[in-house]
């Protein structure tokens, strides 16, 4: 196929492209490279054939209609967006801008185009997105979010994610444009950038800096491996059922406190502290403003109806991810100089 794919130097767009090379398909990467993007993330796939990269900011719809119809792709798979809850709290208009409008936009682009090539069947749209458009669960229950769960979002990321999913959801079924949506639970894994709490911890104990620990810690999160995802996202996109949503999640539920706390043992493990410990560093900080509580993900649809499950468990993830913290100190290094100050 030929695959259109918006943010793919950013975390998770970057792992979809390179899995997504790797099965054959040629793919456009589109990305603004606002400061959380990074080409060598890309550096894997760069100079293959069917690899292409165009610099391109989704708030510009011309810009969109004229790169769409001119790589003419079989589908879209949209991952741009802001992502960062802590930076929507201080300048949520980016937000508002990129999430919501720049969904629009490409909405609109996707079904200009497609309608100029006679409604094809085989094209799809699939808009990535977050648990965090449901709210929060209670500490004191099993329940877990699935695709009929209904949408609290109470940050300013979660509800432009919440509003872009609406628009998705409503250009299918006003223009049978073949949109899918995906939400997803907490992502880890090689080259995230280091706002999020995995790579945030791992660089900072390695650094000798400050661990911080949100509240009391006790916020629950399920983690999902970047791998699996991306092969989530193709399975739907080649499978999946136009107007309907999936949920996509890990089954590993953690404290933060926890998390952080196995991270720092495991640390001392691979790479002894010379002086103290890792746990030395952790240090409770001001809790983040309308901090939801827990995340988790019932993914039953995705098991029973296109037969994916998590490949990847837990334990061998993080412990790959941990050296691939401690082996690349250069891109660590090279990203955290783009590293945005957010202030509470």
């Known amino acids: 196929m030929k695959i259109l794919v918006t943010g793919g130097a950013g975390?998770?767009?970057?792992?979809?492209?390179?899995?997504?090379?790797?099965?054959?398909?040629?793919?456009?990467?589109?990305?603004?490279?606002?400061?959380?993007?990074?080409?060598?993330?890309?550096?894997?796939?760069?100079?293959?054939?069917?690899?292409?990269?165009?610099?391109?900011?989704?708030?510009?719809?011309?810009?969109?209609?004229e790169i769409i119809d001119s790589y003419a792709p079989d589908c879209m798979i949209h991952l741009a967006a802001e992502s960062h809850v802590d930076k929507s709290i201080n300048i949520p208009s980016d937000f508002i801008d990129t999430n919501i409008l720049g969904t629009f936009n490409l909405l609109e682009a996707a079904r200009a185009y497609w309608t100029s090539k006679d409604y094809f069947s085989q094209f799809r749209f699939v808009h990535v997105s977050t648990d965090e458009v449901y709210g929060s669960l209670p500490l004191n229950t099993n329940r877990k979010f699935n695709e009929e769960s209904s949408y609290n979002p109470n940050s300013p990321y979660s509800a432009s994610k919440a509003a872009s999913d609406h628009l998705a959801r409503a250009w299918h079924k006003t223009y049978n444009l073949p949109t899918i949506i995906t939400n997803c639970s907490n992502n880890y894994g090689p080259f995230q950038y280091p706002e999020k709490l995995i790579p945030v911890t791992i660089?900072?104990?390695?650094?000798?800096?400050?661990?911080?620990?949100?509240?009391?810690?006790?916020?629950?999160?399920?983690?999902?491996?970047?791998?699996?995802?991306?092969?989530?996202?193709?399975?739907?996109?080649?499978?999946?059922?136009?107007?309907?949503?999936?949920?996509?999640?890990?089954?590993?539920?953690?404290?933060?406190?926890?998390?952080?706390?196995?991270?720092?043992?495991?640390?001392?493990?691979?790479?002894?502290?010379?002086?103290?410990?890792?746990s030395d560093l952790i240090k409770y900080v001001d809790d983040r403003l309308g901090h939801d509580r827990r995340y988790a993900i019932d993914s039953a649809r995705l098991r029973s109806e296109l037969q994916w499950k998590p490949l990847i468990d837990f334990e061998s993830g993080i412990d790959e991810t941990i050296k691939w913290y401690i082996n690349n100190q250069p891109w660590c290094r090279q990203v955290s100089k783009k590293r945005i100050k957010i202030s509470q």
């Not at 509240?215 to 699996?228: A, E, I, P, Q």
């Not at 953690?254 to 502290?273: G, T």
Request: net charge positive.
């Open 11 to 65: 975390f998770i767009g970057s792992d979809v492209i390179r899995a997504a090379i790797r099965q054959g398909h040629s793919v456009l990467n589109l990305d603004a490279l606002t400061y959380a993007a990074c080409l060598e993330n890309l550096r894997e796939v760069e100079d293959r054939p069917n690899y292409f990269f165009k610099k391109c900011d989704i708030r510009k719809k011309q810009d969109l209609n």
């Open 203 to 278: 660089i900072n104990a390695l650094e000798g800096k400050q661990i911080p620990v949100y509240g009391d810690g006790l916020n629950v999160r399920d983690w999902l491996h970047v791998s699996d995802h991306s092969a989530a996202i193709l399975k739907i996109l080649k499978e999946g059922k136009p107007g309907k949503n999936y949920s996509i999640g890990g089954d590993n539920e953690y404290s933060n406190i926890a998390l952080v706390s196995k991270i720092c043992q495991k640390l001392e493990d691979i790479k002894p502290r010379i002086k103290g410990h890792y």
